[in-house]
């Protein structure tokens, strides 16, 4: 697969992988929104935050007046994932399954 030509569905399962391996809980994508854009680089980007108005957030005790941004990613020219605030590659391949 060319990660360089993601649709916004492919790259917000790869942004989820991601984004929710730290969790503690389960958590599924309805659990959070994904904001899609373009850098000034041309290059993909998705910022991703927790949706507390989720049945599964509610159920953890979010602030259902919050939803904070979580990770943030952009795609590279060379097709990586990289963590827009580390500015570490987090993937090199394509990998949300």
Known sequence: MNSKNL??????AWAFKHASAGYTFAVTPNDFTFTFGTNS??????????????????????????NPTVASYTVNAQ???????????????YDAN
């Open 79 to 93: 097709g990586e994932l990289v963590n827009t605030y580390t500015q570490q590659v987090v993937a090199s391949t």
């Open 41 to 66: 680089d041309g290059e993909a980007t998705v910022t991703v935050a927790e949706n507390h108005s989720s049945s599964n957030m509610q159920a953890q005790n979010a602030d259902p007046n919050t």
């Open 7 to 12: 649709t916004q569905s492919q790259l917000q």
